[in-house]
């Protein structure tokens, strides 16, 4: 099984719906808080008010759209179009717009509604600060309104869910230059990480049948994952790792700050390949210890009598310095294991494992087409059953 979501160019891209994977309260609250972790610009720390009211509201939203519209409302979409109309009068403090009047009835139906609660408090607010909130909302959500997004968005294809159960090969691809969707890659890991967690504990009994391998190449650019310090430690035990590959360590302290020591502390093996970060290569330095050397020093007097001496030390050296890492050889790399002591290894050659042949490196007529995978027509075969539906004929 073959699942693609590509940013670059959505028309290469399977469907991606968050909405999907709601399926209680709390779904709604990760998935309000991956939106904000991974949106937030270059926020100030004076923000905090208003991304507080922001949460509020989008909670009250989704929530809505998740217990009441229908399965194929459930999206991005909708809740842009409900932002839209919900215009605010600054000198009439009783005007409902539509949204208010959607809620006022949902109130009236069942006062203790979940997105009732959370739109209360929202609406606690004078009519100059919410429209601020929304001005703040709207432009938060600006990539939502590109057509190309919410057509990506509109439904579910990637069956996250889903990749615990049989072998899956899931592609992530973004723009290395370009970070203005690099949110929706991590708000895919996020609910990744969820989904087969709990999957693995309330349906496999902590352990899911198919192991799940993450490889996260370019991960300081998918933006930040919520609680990766706290999924890296506890998602092992559930057959579920992930591979985090960095330029640079100082990258990952610049997106998680302090809790990138407990990320890194949490990988049970590091690879270097090279580089000349001086942080990397301070803390490889320190990682790979010393060795001990031995030192002879002998010592010669003449005068009237003759006589010699011998002093004998043993010393710590650097088991590689700074300099010698930032010069180290293109063809090795170090290998550092848990319980094990580093060692200096050669890179594998590619081209001599036994399915390089298979491979578009080795063969262009080998190369995936996407375009063509995505488009294929299903084809029937004489024992497959299936119901036809003329389009006049939907309700």
């Known amino acids: 099984m073959i699942k693609v979501f590509n940013t670059i160019n959505f028309k290469k891209s399977m469907h991606y719906n968050p909405f999907s994977y709601i399926h209680s309260e709390k779904d709604i609250l990760k998935l309000v808080t991956a939106l904000i ?34 399965e194929n409302e459930q999206n991005f979409a909708t809740l842009l179009e409900m932002l839209n109309s919900m215009d605010v009068r600054e000198d009439d403090e009783d005007y409902q717009n539509p949204v208010d009047l959607m809620f006022e009835a949902l109130k009236k139906k069942n006062p203790n509604h979940f997105a009732v609660r959370q739109f209360i408090k929202f609406k606690m607010a004078a009519g100059k600060t919410l429209k601020s909130i929304l001005v703040s909302c709207g432009a938060r959500l600006a990539p939502f309104d590109i057509q190309e997004v919410r057509d990506i968005t509109m439904y579910d294809e990637l069956e996250l869910d889903k990749l615990g159960d049989r072998k899956t090969a899931l592609f992530l691809i973004m723009s290395d230059t370009d970070a203005t969707f690099n949110f929706l890659i991590s708000m895919v890991y996020t609910q990744l990480f969820n989904l087969l967690c ?24 998918i933006g930040q994952i919520p609680n990766l310090e706290k999924l890296i430690a506890t998602i092992r035990s559930r057959e579920i790792s992930a591979c985090l590959v960095l330029q640079a360590k100082s990258q990952l302290k610049a997106i998680y700050k302090d809790n990138s020591d407990t990320i890194i502390g949490n990988c049970d093996a590091q690879i270097f390949l090279g ?22 020093n002998t010592g010669e007097s003449r005068g009237r009598e003759q006589s010699h001496s011998l002093n004998y030390q043993k010393l710590g050296h650097d088991l590689l310095s700074v300099d010698e890492l930032a010069v180290l050889d293109g063809s090795k790399c170090i290998l550092q294991l848990r319980g094990v002591r580093p060692f200096l290894s050669d890179k594998y050659d590619l081209t001599k494992h036994p399915n390089y042949y298979l491979t ?36």
């Open 360 to 395: 578009s490196d080795a063969d262009k007529k080998n190369a995936f087409d996407i375009e063509k995978f995505l488009h294929h027509r299903l084809k029937l075969k004489a024992d497959d059953q299936y119901t036809v539906v003329k389009p006049d004929e939907v309700e």
């Open 37 to 70: 972790a991974n949106t937030k610009g270059d926020g100030k720390a004076g923000d905090e008010f208003w991304t507080k009211a922001e949460t509020l509201l989008y909670t009250a939203l989704i929530g809505y759209i998740h217990y009441e519209a229908p």
């Open 198 to 221: 709990e999957k693995a504990d309330d349906v496999y009994n902590g352990r899911l049948p198919v192991h799940v391998r993450c490889l996260i190449d370019e991960c300081a650019n």
């Open 275 to 296: 580089g000349s970060e001086p942080t990397t290569l301070k803390d490889l330095n320190q990682s790979l210890g010393k060795e001990t050397i031995d030192t002879f």
